[in-house]
Each structure stands twice: as structure tokens, then as C-alpha cells.
């Protein structure tokens, strides 16, 4: 079975466009067809932050790191088959990372601790990302059952040209085995999530696709029904080749019969719905690409550290007001990409407290050199400001990054 490098990475692994294309290694036995593809990637790192807070000195701080960038390693195992007119397809994948958390090699940063996880696990961690099977036809469409990406943030995500790369590297630390690109800078994460979810047949570049999500109990003490994500795609050909998207994120949690839902204490806080918008739009024109996208949300979590249902209220029920956008272009010369994209994630009230507001903006300039059809080399800038009335904090970071990310 042959396929881009880009249909690789894009249908297998979520990852993002890149150039070239190589085989994954693939073999059929009666009417099953097994293809394994992956990536492998590692980065040198060099950040400078400096914190400033009202009435106090300026400090800084610099750290050297050999880290995953925005992608962890990945292997894929995909399975498809056609059986009574139905498209089957099954999906395992493995992401591990090259990191550990231990200041120590080959021990705890304790060693009389014992192998223990957490901040002191002198180990790499492997996370399962891809655990879902699905069937449909183009006469009615597909139906997904288990653990994917999610469909709210799942485009912007995939056109950020720090996918491929570091960005920066704010609330991304190990063991979690990547960096947060741009997220937390003009989009939230949308995560890898159990799911059920139906996708439509595509009308022309049309296509739509809704599902229910496994609940987060961020508020009350239950969660009924479960959540809910939704999105809507136009895509076009021609000599400006692109795409718009919509989509939606809502989920409700309640308080259980007899409970206590004020949030006074160890009491769980008060329920209701967090929902999220987002709007989005790609285009190319000769070497040129662009990027535009926006979104808002209540009480879908701080926006500002990009992770959703995480700090969406202040524990009685006031919501956490997030909105951000995200710009990018890039110009492709020859077998080398350069671009920049710019971002903004702001919140208000909820968790952070009435009036205050915490913002992060950054920019990222980026240099992608196809080598061949399997290695790219990858060099980034990366410049970001966090401000917070909390404490009326300032924080500047400056992140630059070069390495390399193998596809095959």
C-alpha cells in the first residue's frame, strides 16, 4: 500500500504536511493489509526567561536541553480491510519520548526511592495515543469507536508549522515527552480522547463530523451525559487550493442527589455547561500559505496554559472567559519552508478571580529544510510574553531550537 509521506502523517499520525514522500512498510495477507509508519525526532534547546513582578527585581534564568519537539517519537500499526462493502480500518500507536525526569542517569533523582514514577522516574514514558477502530463507506460515512485525536482544535493543530518542531516550551515539561508548539498561543490542545464519533460522506469538499467524548469532571460531582465535539469542513482545489472549518466543544456536569454543591470546603463547586467556538481558514497560492484562526470559550479551562477543562471555574461556578487567535505564513523554496506565525491566548475571571486577566502571546520564526524523503532539518525562533494581573507578573521567554525529524 503507497502512500505520501503527508497522508502518512496527516490520516495516520495526526502529524503535519511534510515534503517528500517515503513507503511505510506494508504487507497483505488474503484481504488484510497491515502498514507501519512512525517518526523519530530530537531537538537542541536554549531558553532564556526573565520574570519581572511589580516591586520586585528582575530575574533570569538560562537552560540548555536535548528534548522532543512538538512530536513525540510515534509508531503506527493500521490495519484495512473491505468486508460486504464496508471500509474497516484499526489503529494501535506507541509515542514515546527520549526524556526522563531524573537529575540522576539510569537512577532516581533519589536513589533511595526506588524506581519510583513521577518527577523522580529515571525512565521515558510511552503514551498510547491511537487505540480506535472504525467502518463506513462513502454512501453513508464512518463510525469511530475507541481513543483518536478530537475534533475541536484538531485543524489548527495540524496546520501549525511548529508541529515540526519546538515552538516554545511554556507548561510543556517532561515527562509528558513534547513541547507545546504554539498551543497555549492562539489555540488550546485538543488532545487524544476516547470517543464515538460519526463523519459524514464528503459532498464535494464538504464533510462534517460529531461524536460524544468521555466527560472531565471539572465542576459538581457527575457528569450524565457525556461530552460532546463537533466540526464542519469545506475544502477546495484550484490555483488557491484550501479550506474553512467551524467547530464545537460542550459538555455539562451536576450535582448528585443529596450532595452539597457550593464549593465551601472540600464541597464540590457548583455545575454547568462549559462550551467552546472556534472559526478557521487555510489557503495557499503558489509558494505562499497562510493561516487564520479564532476561537472563544467559558469555562472550557485556561486558555493560557492550553490543556481544556483545566481551570474553568473559580470553585463556586463563576466561568473562566478564554479567547485567542493564531496567524501564520510561510513561503516554500525549493526543498526548504520558512515561516512565521503569531498567536494570543487571553482569560479572564473564574479561576484567575473577578477583574484579573492572565495573557500569553507569542511568535515563532521558522526554517524547515527538506533533506530527503525522509529527514527534515528544522531551526526555530521562538519569542513569548506572559502577563498576569494575579500578581501583576511579567515573564519574557526566548527559545531557539535546531534538530531534525525522521518520517518513514
Not at 517519537?73 to 493500521?78: A, E, H
Request: a neutral charge.
Amino acid at each position: 500500500m503507497k502512500k505520501t509521506l503527508l497522508a502518512q502523517s496527516v490520516a495516520l499520525a495526526c502529524l503535519a504536511a511534510a515534503a517528500g514522500s517515503a513507503q511505510a512498510v506494508s504487507f497483505t495477507q488474503n484481504d488484510v493489509t497491515i502498514d507501519i509508519n512512525g517518526t523519530i525526532n530530537g531537538f537542541y534547546v536554549n531558553r532564556e526567561s526573565k520574570t519581572s513582578i511589580a516591586g520586585g527585581p528582575e530575574t533570569k534564568t538560562q537552560n540548555s536541553a536535548l528534548t522532543n519537539g512538538l512530536l513525540p517519537g510515534w509508531i503506527n500499526f493500521v490495519m484495512t480491510t473491505k468486508q460486504a462493502g464496508q471500509d474497516i480500518k484499526a489503529h494501535f500507536s506507541f509515542a514515546p519520548g527520549i526524556n526522563d525526569s531524573s537529575s540522576v542517569i539510569g537512577l532516581p533523582s533519589d536513589p533511595g526511592a526506588g524506581a519510583t514514577g513521577g518527577k523522580n522516574s529515571p525512565f521515558s514514558q510511552v503514551d498510547v495515543r491511537n487505540v480506535y477502530f472504525q467502518f463506513g463507506n462513502n454512501d453513508w460515512g464512518t463510525l469511530k469507536f475507541g481513543r483518536d485525536i478530537g475534533l475541536f482544535g484538531q485543524n489548527i493543530i495540524l496546520s501549525d508549522m511548529t508541529l515540526l518542531g519546538v515552538g516554545g516550551t511554556s507548561n510543556a515539561g517532561i515527562p509528558f515527552n513534547t513541547t507545546f508548539g504554539m498551543i497555549g498561543h492562539g489555540y488550546m490542545y485538543t488532545g487524544f480522547q476516547a470517543q464515538i464519533t460519526y463523519t459524514t460522506p464528503n459532498y464535494n469538499g464538504l464533510q462534517a463530523a460529531g461524536g460524544i467524548f468521555q466527560p472531565s469532571s471539572f465542576a459538581g460531582d457527575q457528569t450524565k451525559t457525556p461530552g460532546f465535539q463537533a466540526k464542519v469542513d469545506y475544502d477546495w482545489t484550484g490555483n488557491m487550493p484550501g479550506k474553512v472549518w467551524g467547530g464545537l466543544i460542550t459538555q455539562s456536569t451536576s450535582c448528585s442527589k443529596g450532595s452539597t454543591c457550593n464549593g465551601v470546603g472540600a464541597n464540590p463547586d457548583k455545575s454547568f455547561t462549559a462550551t467552546g467556538y472556534e472559526i478557521g481558514a487555510k489557503a495557499s497560492a503558489g509558494n505562499f500559505g497562510a493561516v487564520a484562526y479564532a476561537f472563544s470559550g467559558k469555562g472550557l479551562g485556561l486558555s493560557t496554559v492550553g490543556a481544556q477543562f483545566y481551570g474553568g471555574s473559580d470553585g463556586l461556578g463563576n466561568k473562566t472567559d478564554s479567547k485567542g487567535y493564531f496567524l501564520q505564513g510561510t513561503y516554500q523554496l525549493n526543498k526548504t519552508k520558512f515561516g512565521i506565525n503569531f498567536g494570543q491566548n487571553k482569560d479572564n475571571d473564574g479561576v484567575l478571580g473577578a477583574g484579573n486577566e492572565r495573557k500569553n502571546k507569542a511568535y515563532t520564526l521558522g526554517v524547515y529544510h527538506s533533506l530527503n524523503k525522509f529527514v527534515t532539518l528544522v531551526g526555530e525562533l521562538n519569542q513569548e510574553k506572559i502577563t498576569s494581573t494575579v500578581d501583576d507578573s511579567e515573564t519574557k521567554n526566548r527559545t531557539l531550537s535546531a534538530g531534525a525529524i525522521l518520517f518513514f
